[in-house]
């Protein structure tokens, strides 16, 4: 006899079949077993969902059903916590149900055969056990008051916990002995540990796998990101899966990692955007955790000296609604430690056009002569953001982008970011064919040439190069995107920032976030004030977080952090931002832009979505959005809080070409997320009869974006 079974494949982005397709099949496979199914003329692999409902009124179509071709006995199934999750994730970012769960996959589990599988299950090490001597080599440092403290709250909690911790306070050291302390407890607990952006963080992967393999065995924390090869994510989902990987340790993907005993997710720099994705299905990983985590009765802990202002809300004390406990860890480790002293300078009573103001370029110069470090932060890459001609108005515009082409002088190019469309340099003007084209601004090649210029003069002192007796020049190295992209350069360029050998570090983001560096002293950021006046409401948000990063990678050994200080250079230094910047103080800071947030209605005192269309004119992009909500308040002013429901007109993107493409959107606010969710589920049907209707034509492409984080 054949059962009936509901199987989740992969489907196109938003093709109506969207929820599982039924199988007949000889065994009764439980839901989260792993199937390969017929589709059309291929074989895919397929979750089984659940045993579908037999429909006697159709038992003609049923007879039609194909057979499961095969079942990938060899893997356990996935668990119900799991099943439950791509669920909810579907369902709250408004994608297909069989996209988010073969997503939630590794890619290579679509090819593998059952006979391919077993051979890797073979080659794949037994669980190992810890053993005695281990545990004893692994005894940790002594905590302080602080991170005391905050073990000892989290011990007594449940649910989410916010771990506010200064940069250098020892948060990593906290997430450390919570998995640590869980695996010793529960021989089969499991912990997710996520982290912005694993690349730049190696350093994390080394603390976790040093105090963790002794413990528990090589195979004990496995990561699981991106930048690994197929069969490498394989393995460390199957290591994951079957239970013998005990820690996770992972970019936002990590979340949906198949984890049996999961009892633990850590979320660190809970704030950082990239925990958002940005295609596909746009969920944030920082939110699925938590709602993992309530699911499967695991903790979490997410972690930020910056707290997004959503987190930082949902902190706040119980009695006024609070729902995440709040660990507060103020203080850098170590009893002379300090955080940087941070000085602004106020660039109106500068000499017109410095790029360095003099007291900054003095006080690096100071560094360099004590044999320290800097770093120069700015956060625009390329030589120059636009190229210009000095005779006529060219200027080196993307012709397929409303976006200028970025000057790269290291290969004379002109790149366009957006696109990607590269071209050399004109020898002379397009237009005009005036010789003379001139940069205008300047993104981090540029910072670096002039620097260097500004810095010609000057030697390094004698004990950091011995054997030169004059000293050498200075040294000053680059790392952003560019200078980052062949494999291994980025880890090669921090050894040599780690050994010393660079006097000078400039870059972009990249720099600020995340790493242990221990002789930077001096951190300066050139020109930070674009985000103080953008229409982007979270642009404030992102620029204090972005700065006490930057600040934070200076001064991170004790001994020399008293004199460590970060360098702001503004033509606003009174402006609240960075007076709150310049204590330390990140609550006053989240505490004036969660006023200004609940005035004008917000994030996160209101819920967001986007509908954004893409065509080849603006008219069709837009036309779709409009239609799409003009057939809104006809057919679904009867839903339930529909009366909440915004559905604001619709406006070309703030890059509105990109690769010939006019991109558009709309956006959707209520106050009620419930109220937002029911109208969006609502609205899905809606939406393709739109798409399929008169108003669709021409249009290329259309998403919802739920929780946008830039709008
Ligand atoms: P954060 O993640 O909060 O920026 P880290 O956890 O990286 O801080 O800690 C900063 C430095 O302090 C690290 O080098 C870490 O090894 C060290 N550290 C952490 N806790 C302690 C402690 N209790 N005693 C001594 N050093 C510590
Ligand atoms: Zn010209
Ligand atoms: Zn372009």
Not at 98 to 123: H, I, K, N, T
Not at 386 to 414: G, M, N
Not at 537 to 561: K, W
Request: glycine residues 8%; positive net charge.
């Amino acid at each position: 006899m054949s059962h009936l079974l509901s199987i989740l494949v992969q489907t196109p982005a938003h093709s109506p079949v969207g929820g599982p397709l039924s199988y007949k099949s000889e065994l009764l496979l439980p839901p989260g077993s792993l199937v390969r199914v017929p589709l059309g003329t291929r074989e895919t692999l397929g979750v089984v969902w659940d045993a579908a409902q037999h429909d006697a009124s159709a038992p003609v179509a049923e007879k039609k059903l194909r057979y499961v071709a095969s079942a990938l006995t060899g893997l356990p199934a996935l668990a119900p916590g799991w099943r439950k999750l791509v669920g909810f994730a579907a369902g709250y970012y408004q994608r297909s149900l069989g996209e988010v769960a073969l997503a939630a996959l590794p890619p290579q589990l679509r090819d593998l055969s059952e006979q391919q599988l077993q051979r890797r299950l073979l080659r794949s090490p037994a669980p190992q056990r810890p053993g005695g001597d281990a545990i004893a080599s692994a005894v940790p440092m002594q905590l302080s008051l602080e991170q005391q403290g905050a073990l000892a709250a989290f011990y007594e909690s449940i649910g989410t916990s916010l771990l506010f911790g200064a940069t250098g306070s020892g948060k990593t050291e906290i997430y450390l002995r919570c998995v640590q302390d869980l695996l010793l407890r529960d021989p089969r607990a499991q912990a997710i540990v996520m982290v912005p952006e694993i690349n730049l963080t190696p350093q994390l992967q080394a603390r976790f796998m040093a105090r963790f393999c002794p413990l528990f065995g090589e195979q004990a924390v496995v990561a699981l990101h991106s930048g690994m090869t197929n069969p490498q994510r394989l393995k460390s989902w199957l290591a994951a899966h079957f239970g013998t990987a005990r820690v996770v340790l992972g970019t936002r993907m990590a979340v949906f990692a198949s984890a049996p005993g999961l009892r633990l997710i850590v979320v660190d720099e809970e704030h950082d955007p990239s925990y958002k994705q940005q295609e596909g299905a746009r969920y944030s990983a920082r939110d699925l955790a938590v709602y993992r985590g309530r699911l499967e009765n695991a903790k979490v802990i997410l972690g930020s000296a910056t707290p997004s202002l959503e987190s930082w809300h949902h902190s706040r004390p119980a009695d006024q609604g609070g729902r995440y406990l709040r660990l507060e860890m103020p203080s850098r480790i170590g009893p002379q430690s300090r955080l940087p002293q941070v000085r602004r300078v106020d660039m109106n009573n500068q000499p017109r056009r410095a790029v360095f103001s003099p007291p900054l370029l003095d006080a690096i110069k100071q560094r360099i002569a004590a044999g320290e470090q800097s770093l120069v932060f700015l956060n625009r890459r390329g030589y120059a953001p636009v190229l210009q001609c000095t005779a006529c108005e060219w200027k080196s515009d993307c012709p397929h982008c409303s976006a200028y082409r970025v000057f790269h002088k290291i290969d004379r190019t002109l790149r366009c970011h957006h696109c990607g469309y590269a071209e050399p340099v004109p020898r002379a003007c397009p237009a005009c064919g005036n010789m003379d084209i001139a940069p205008v601004g300047r993104g981090t090649e540029r910072l670096q040439e002039h620097l260097a210029e500004l810095l010609a003069d000057v030697r390094r002192p004698n004990s950091v190069s011995l054997q030169k007796p004059d000293g050498e020049p200075v040294h000053i190295t680059r790392i952003d995107a560019d200078s980052t992209r062949l494999a291994g350069s980025l880890q090669s360029q921090l050894a040599m920032v780690h050994s010393g050998e660079v006097d000078v570090l400039v870059g972009t983001q990249m720099v600020a976030k995340g790493h242990d560096f221990r002789r930077i002293t001096l951190v300066a950021a050139i020109n930070p004030d674009g985000a103080l006046f953008s229409s982007d409401f979270r642009a404030p948000e992102r620029l204090f977080g972005l700065l006490m990063q930057a600040a934070g990678r200076a001064g991170r050994d004790a001994d020399i952090s008293g004199q460590s200080e970060m360098w702001i250079q503004t033509f606003h230094p009174r402006h609240p931002l960075f007076a709150s910047l310049k204590r330390h103080d990140y609550p006053a800071f989240a505490a004036q832009q969660l006023a200004e947030r609940e005035r004008a209605g917000l994030p996160p005192f209101s819920f967001q979505a986007l509908l954004r269309a893409e065509a080849r004119t603006q008219e069709v992009a837009q036309g779709f959005l409009n239609a799409a909500s003009t057939a809104a308040a006809e057919q679904l002013a009867d839903l339930p809080g529909f009366a909440l429901v915004t559905l604001y007109p619709a406006v070309p993107m703030s890059v509105q070409r990109v690769a010939n493409v006019e991109r558009a959107q709309m956006l959707v606010e209520s106050p009620s997320r419930i109220a937002l969710q029911t109208f969006l589920a609502g609205w899905h049907a809606v939406l393709h009869a739109t798409r399929q209707g008169a108003a669709g034509k021409g249009l290329l492409r259309w998403a919802v974006d739920v929780d946008p984080l830039a709008i």
